[in-house]
């Protein structure tokens, strides 16, 4: 290993049966699907039941944006908790958490009802997010987790990609109550693959932790994403994001004092002073950030050319098909090339963007769509495992709730700023801001692991 950032290892990994680690990986790879629906349906969803239930207008984006608020504020704090308990039992009451929210919200009487669920739903499904990668850390060594997140992305590419067809079909069948219900049955059964396995509870890792610190990080990520979130709403007032602005900047004052004086702080700086680790984490949000530009901004650049249905259609599979079929594969170009597969990828994407600045012919979104899905597909689950081999088995749920926080804090500022040079200057500027993070990405993982290590 390289000097500067050796591997973290521990002597707590419990030592399971193959069948019992397997079964861990099926009730985490089951609870993963649930991701992308919860969220692609619910967006779907949301002019329906505006219209259908009793309550203010203005409440219908909050049906996405307190559930993405929630999981975001109670990441960190559910990672702490499930490297504290049995993480099995933690993982199990998050998707139980999950599947009840999902039924009650399919019978909510009115919008106010459903948001609160949503809230709800949100908190549980950062414990299973956090309780899963917990439960993969501790069964399996930091030599087996490019595998195991090889068939963690091929999960996740596939929910991602088909994620908004089966929220049509499910609205088409039974309405949006059935968007809510699909996913609660499919979080149950994560919670039933889990009986009889042991609690994988460490000794070692002591009770108390940083609540403080925790709490703080939570409400300041909350107030951010969702700051961003009504930023690119429609009719939104400017005070609504200023204030969660102002509030996410006193958080993150009282978060820094907080941490300095903390004896074991809620953060793991020790992991963020990996190099690896951060530059991966930054990796795998600015590819995140090139797929959600991409879906908003190619669709736009179609229609402007008058793009048929059927090639719009084709466009889209082309971005989202590879992460569907190419992450195994990608895991195991990732034993000996990780850092050059990754770093070709993010360099890929940003002069694709670069050429769409010059030609938005068909022919050029096709191909731009292409090669935007094969890097997407060939690094899917890359970067989660190259950088969650550094994390010690004991601090799995931490570890792996920060390098998420970091993805979708990332994810989220390219959205954001790609939504407003789009509104700006068209749509072809806004894959330009999602090229830069990706060539700014590339520069940064090239730069930080070395290749003997990658």
Not at 136 to 148: C, K, M, N, Q, S
Not at 241 to 252: D, E, I
Not at 443 to 451: F, G, K, M, T
Request: hydrophobic fraction near 55%; aromatic fraction near 6%.
């Amino acid at each position: 290993m390289a000097l500067g950032f050796p591997l973290l290892r521990s002597a707590s990994m419990f030592a399971l049966s193959r069948r019992q680690r397997r079964r861990v990986l099926v009730a985490d790879l089951i609870s993963t699907a649930v991701f992308p629906l919860a969220i692609t349906g619910a967006t779907a969803i949301v002019p329906d039941v505006t219209a259908q239930l009793p309550g203010a207008g203005a409440l219908g984006p909050w049906i996405v944006l307190a559930y993405n608020g929630l999981f975001a504020a109670a990441l960190l704090l559910a990672g702490a908790t499930a490297d504290r308990t049995a993480r099995t039992r933690f993982f199990a009451i998050g998707n139980i958490v999950v599947a009840v929210t999902g039924v009650l919200s399919a019978l909510a009487p009115d919008l106010m009802s459903l948001v609160a669920l949503r809230v709800v739903a949100g908190v549980g499904a950062a414990m299973c997010a956090a309780g899963g990668s917990s439960m993969i850390l501790a069964v399996y060594p930091p030599d087996e987790r490019r595998r195991v997140y090889g068939y963690a992305g091929a999960v996740l590419g596939s929910s991602l990609a088909l994620g908004p067809v089966v929220a049509q079909t499910l609205m088409a069948i039974g309405g949006w109550p059935l968007v809510f219900v699909a996913p609660a049955a499919v979080a149950g059964l994560a919670a039933l693959a889990t009986l009889g396995l042991p609690g994988l509870r460490s000794p070692e890792v002591p009770d108390n932790f940083d609540l403080a610190g925790a709490v703080l990080f939570g409400v300041t990520i909350a107030a951010a994403v969702t700051a961003l979130g009504l930023g690119l709403g429609v009719g939104v007032p400017w005070w609504g994001p200023g204030v969660l602005v102002l509030v996410a900047a006193a958080g993150a004052t009282g978060l820094v004092r907080v941490e300095r004086r903390a004896s074991d702080p809620a953060i793991p700086v020790d992991l963020l002073r990996i190099p690896a680790y951060r530059a991966y984490a930054v990796a795998t949000g600015a590819f995140m950030g090139m797929l959600v530009v991409g879906l908003a901004a190619l669709p736009q650049l179609g229609s402007a050319q008058s793009m048929g249905p059927g090639e719009a259609a084709v466009m889209l599979s082309l971005l989202t098909v590879p992460s569907t079929v190419l992450p195994l594969l990608a895991a195991r170009l990732a034993r000996r090339r990780a850092r050059p597969l990754v770093t070709t990828a993010l360099f890929a994407c940003a002069v694709t963007a670069l050429i769409l600045q010059v030609t938005d012919q068909p022919a050029a979104l096709l191909g731009a769509a292409g090669v935007i899905g094969l890097c997407l597909g060939l690094t899917e689950g890359v970067p989660d495992g190259q950088a969650l081999k550094y994390v010690p088995s004991q601090r799995g749920g931490a570890g792996a709730a920060l390098f998420s926080t970091t993805r979708m804090s990332l994810e989220t500022l390219t959205l954001a700023a790609a939504t407003g040079v789009m509104a700006a200057l068209g749509p072809s500027s806004g894959m330009a801001v999602a090229g830069a993070v990706c060539l700014a990405a590339g520069v940064i993982v090239h730069q930080a692991v070395p290749l003997r290590d990658a």
